[in-house]
């Protein structure tokens, strides 16, 4: 609850920021007052158009000043006669200056600080004990700046700090035992650095710490007791870390770790959200499987055996993407060895398991939950959907079934057993132009929206291009084109059908009978005759020009 009053707090003077700009109010001898500039307990003072290395303020405190708003300074470190006219500054934010550094003594002014805010400055180190003198500080947010170096003893003195921020620096290394101040630490930022090895005991004494954020760093290895410390983990981000090909995790209620290089994923305890993809996962392990809720687990490796192993027993399930994995069979309810468990999704509302390479779609499977309203199976090696299989889900809104091999859809026993249809796609199929212009004007009339989804298959996007065309043409009432009609909306699929089979033994009949009669053309004309004759004719040359040579070389040994 304190991070999410601190962030509203910091977004809200954001907001505020350029609507309570005021410029520097001067008194009589030339002097900025202060306490006439910011008389209320906020103020954003922009000195762009000022020369602030010359500026002289006047001895006015400014006593009601509590939170205070700087942007847009030159000076190169902070501005300490200013920070001696607020003695009860509790806030204090510099964004867009030329500071270079932060000096300890800078900071005494203002022992009483809760809140400093130093962005997009030319900060590039943190020394040893930067921050003692301000013990009060419970935030500290120093991202976007050009910090490559923090010294281990940089945040000495800052027990109550619940808030870090050190994101968008070029930070390489983080010492032992930096972090070990910071008992209170409930948020820690360390995003889009270059940090590409984290100590093993760099979070010990962060028992409380609620929030992680590593994603977009260099990591290619997290032991296992790097984060072991943080049972109380409500949000980790690992996402864009490289190649961390391992992970191995206590629990935490979110985690993100997408574009990672990871192969496998185990969580001791539990997870709400999981959202890993775009990695070359085959093992991912839960412990806690009744916590999870939603898993995102697209782009990966897992086979249906693996995937009918991991979600035994996420009761709780409600949103599931397996979409691009290499699933050939959906998972079944099959009881494994030495176990007891009922394989049963019974709160799933969302299923995607687009490209992937099904090639049915079976009734009995735990996957397709009675409580479902969405199920994507679109680019798929499918060749028929039973309608009947799908009586159970009674609630579908939402159908996907572009890019399989279908021919035949009963559409209105579709319509007549999911009543809450709103959406089905159907294009890049093997449908007659025909059969899909029934199937389209029977739909529309009964308010069943069919997207045109620009899906492209990696292998030939052409016909995604020619099933959108198709579709704008039909649902116009339009006739299709030649060409596309002659294209058709099928796709490629690594794998024959019967049909395929005959289709090309036909043609290598045809095939066949037009070269037998290329044949009989030829020899009715002569040309095999005369074919014949030249090749004997060179043979006989060859011959002779042989036997000539022959009698040379005796000629000449008789000479010698």
């Known amino acids: 609850m304190f991070i999410l009053h601190i962030i509203a707090g910091y977004i809200l003077c954001s907001l505020l920021g350029d609507s309570l700009q005021v410029e520097p109010s001067y008194g009589t001898t030339g002097r900025v007052n202060l306490s006439a500039s910011c008389p209320n307990a906020y103020c954003n003072l922009d000195l762009i158009n000022t020369n602030e290395q010359h500026l002289a303020y006047s001895t006015d405190l400014a006593r009601n000043l509590q939170q205070l708003y700087l942007s847009n300074c030159n000076r190169y470190s902070l501005p300490l006669v200013l920070l ?20 300890k003594d800078a900071l005494k002014p203002v022992a009483n600080l809760t809140s400093l805010q130093v962005q997009r400055t030319n900060i590039w180190l943190l020394r040893d004990e930067q921050f003692v003198a301000v013990p009060k500080l419970e935030m500290l947010e120093l991202g976007f700046n050009s910090i490559h170096t923090v010294h281990g003893r940089a ?41 590409e090895h984290l100590p093993g005991d760099i979070f010990s004494k962060n028992l409380k710490l609620q929030t992680l954020l590593l994603n977009g760093n260099r990591l290619g290895q997290l032991m296992p007791p790097t984060l072991t410390p943080l049972v109380n983990l409500r949000l980790l981000d690992l996402s864009n870390c490289g190649q961390l090909e391992e992970l191995h995790l206590s629990s935490a209620q979110s985690v993100l770790l997408e574009d990672s290089g990871l192969h496998s994923l ?3 305890g539990g997870v709400i959200k999981l959202q890993a993809g775009n990695n070359q996962l085959t093992l991912v392990s839960i412990g806690d499987k009744s916590s999870v809720i939603e898993l995102d687990l697209h782009g990966n490796l897992l086979t249906g055996n693996e995937t009918e192993r991991l979600l035994r027993g996420m009761w709780n399930l409600q949103r599931l993407d397996l979409s691009k994995n290499i699933i050939e069979t959906w998972p079944m309810p099959a009881i494994f060895p030495n176990t007891t468990d009922i394989f049963m999704l019974p709160s799933l509302t969302h299923l995607n398991l687009g490209y992937n390479q099904l090639r049915g779609l079976p009734m009995e499977s735990p996957l397709l939950s009675s409580r479902l309203t969405q199920l994507d199976i679109s680019f798929n090696h499918m060749l028929t959907a039973p309608i009947q299989n799908l009586a159970a889900l009674q609630n579908l809104e939402h159908l996907y079934l572009e890019g399989n091999r279908l021919h035949e859809l009963d ?58 065309s198709t579709g704008r043409h039909l649902m116009n009432g339009e006739s ?8 058709g909306v099928s796709g490629i ?10 289709a090309f033994v036909t043609l290598l009949v045809v095939l066949a009978i037009l070269l037998l009669q290329f044949y009989h053309i030829l020899d009715d004309e002569g040309c095999l005759r005369r074919l014949r004759q030249w090749r004997r004719g060179r043979q006989s040359t060859i011959a002779n020009g042989t036997n000539g040579a022959r009698r040379l070389d005796e000629q000449d040994s008789e000479l010698k």
């Open 84 to 103: 001696n006219l607020t003695p009860n500054l509790r806030t204090l934010v510099m964004q867009n200056c030329s500071i270079y550094h932060i000096t």
């Open 155 to 195: 945040l000495m003195g800052l027990e109550r700090l619940r808030l870090l921020g050190l994101q968008s620096n070029g930070i390489a290394q983080i010492m032992d035992k930096t972090l070990d101040p910071l008992i209170n630490l409930l948020h820690l930022d360390l995003s889009d650095n270059e940090i």
């Open 266 to 268: 185990v969580i001791e």
């Open 411 to 468: 559409y209105e026993l579709l319509h007549h057993q999911h009543e809450y249809l709103r959406e089905l796609g159907l294009y890049d199929n093997e449908w007659s132009f025909n059969f899909l212009r029934k199937m389209i004007t029977y739909l529309n009339d009964r308010g069943v929206h069919l997207p045109v989804r620009i899906l492209h298959r990696q292998e030939n996007t052409t016909h995604t291009l020619i099933a959108a």
């Open 480 to 487: 299709l084109p030649q060409s596309q009609a002659q294209a």
């Open 493 to 502: 699929h690594p794998y024959w059908t019967l049909r395929d089979v005959l």
